[in-house]
């Protein structure tokens, strides 16, 4: 079947995306309707002139031009660019480049077909913004949600602690006049019995009281809602007087003790006696995590960029199993053996740190052991 070319450009005119045919100077030999209008100009006028200045206004061929590629590499191109109309318009061009050989199987001319899709592309944009702001949305949710949570826990975890506060007043009320006898009839007894045996079976009863008595203490301290005394403290005076006090613990448990304080800590203002409680409970768990000795590190550092003194803790003991270390600051949540520790330590000492707007966090040591950083606002 025989096509004319007035067949050929009949059909072609009725696409409407705009294709040309150009030869290997940009000039054009063939072109439907819809170039035609893209140009503005009758179709017969514009056969033989360059296919860039009359479709784009340019005074040379495009930049990044698929129809010149086809003559360089003699495969069909394709490629999307955004432009301006006169108007100051946007609109969005896919181009595409195909080669036709001549006998000798080289490329003479090059059909060149151009599509508007700046509907497309509109819509698009439009449903990638959508896509942005519901992501946005989701995760605004998701954080509602977390705080929403949060707070549910901290009512629930208000809620215990005055159940807590009230039986841990009535066990103090009810059990700390008798262990108070009786720790003082066993120091009665060790004064008048020589027997060693005997002796050693008193001063196990004297052991057991004293825990009884520092569980009780360790509840009512986690309990009570204290108020704070703060005033202005040297955060390394405070920390070097803490330490010496349990300098000769550690020297029994062949644990050396490095100190590296930040010369440029300032002061800070705090309740002492609570941010000393802390620092007493962190080294304690340390000196527990070392049975065969070790190294206990204490650091001060400014952190700049939140505008707070930060004291780390750190030790190269057992270290806490990756399993368990969600769990630690979880009241009577505890690793040690039984009757070695309340598991409120940790507990005291988070709701020490949150009641000075500070934060406390366990970190995993290169090496094994724990660390433990304190942030207090400076």
Not at 60 to 74: D, K, R, Y
Not at 121 to 138: V, W
Not at 188 to 206: A, F, P, Q, Y
Not at 243 to 256: G, N, Q, Y
Request: proline residues 2%.
């Amino acid at each position: 079947m025989e096509v004319s070319e007035k067949f050929l450009q009949t059909a072609l005119d009725y696409i409407h995306d705009y294709i040309n045919i150009v030869d290997k100077d940009y000039n054009i030999v063939f072109l439907n309707e819809a170039s035609s209008r893209l140009a503005r100009k009758k179709r017969q006028s514009l056969l033989g002139s360059k296919c860039y200045a009359e479709l784009w206004k340019e005074k040379s061929p495009c930049e990044n031009c698929v129809t010149g590629m086809v003559f360089v590499t003699g495969k069909p191109q394709q490629t999307i660019v955004w432009d301006t109309d006169s108007e100051g318009r946007r609109f969005c061009i896919e181009k595409f480049a195909f080669p036709i050989l001549n006998n000798d199987g080289k490329v003479e001319y090059a059909v060149e077909i151009f599509r508007d899709i700046t509907e497309r592309k509109l819509l698009e944009e439009e449903r990638e913004q959508q896509r942005l702001e519901l992501g946005k949305r989701i995760r605004e949710i998701r954080h509602a949600y977390e705080e929403l949570k949060s707070l549910q826990n901290q009512l629930l975890q208000a809620e215990k602690m005055a159940s807590i506060g009230l039986l841990a007043s009535s066990l103090a009320h009810e059990l700390d006049t008798p262990l108070t006898t009786i720790s003082g009839y066993c120091e009665l007894l060790s004064e008048e019995i020589k027997d060693d045996n005997l002796l050693g079976r008193i001063k196990t009863i004297s052991e057991q009281i004293s825990r009884c008595q520092k569980t009780i203490r360790n509840m009512l301290e986690f309990s009570r809602k204290s108020n704070l005394e703060k005033t202005q403290h040297n955060i390394r005076g405070l920390i070097n007087n803490t330490l010496s006090v349990v300098e000769h613990r550690l020297l029994i448990h062949k644990i050396k003790l490095h100190k590296n304080f930040d010369e440029q800590t300032p002061s800070l203002f705090v309740d002492g006696n609570q941010i000393q409680q802390v620092i007493l409970n962190l080294v304690n768990n340390s000196v527990d995590a070392l049975p065969h000795g070790g190294d206990v590190f204490v650091e001060t550092r400014v952190n700049k960029k939140t505008s707070s003194v930060e004291i780390i803790f750190e030790d190269n003991g057992i270290g806490i199993p990756v399993e368990n270390q969600k769990h630690i600051f979880t009241p009577f949540f505890t690793t040690k053996e039984t009757g070695k520790g309340t598991g409120l330590g940790l507990s005291i000492c988070k709701n020490i740190i949150t009641n000075h707007n500070g934060k406390i966090e366990l970190e995993n040591r290169v090496g094994g052991g724990t660390r433990f950083i304190i942030s207090l606002p400076a």
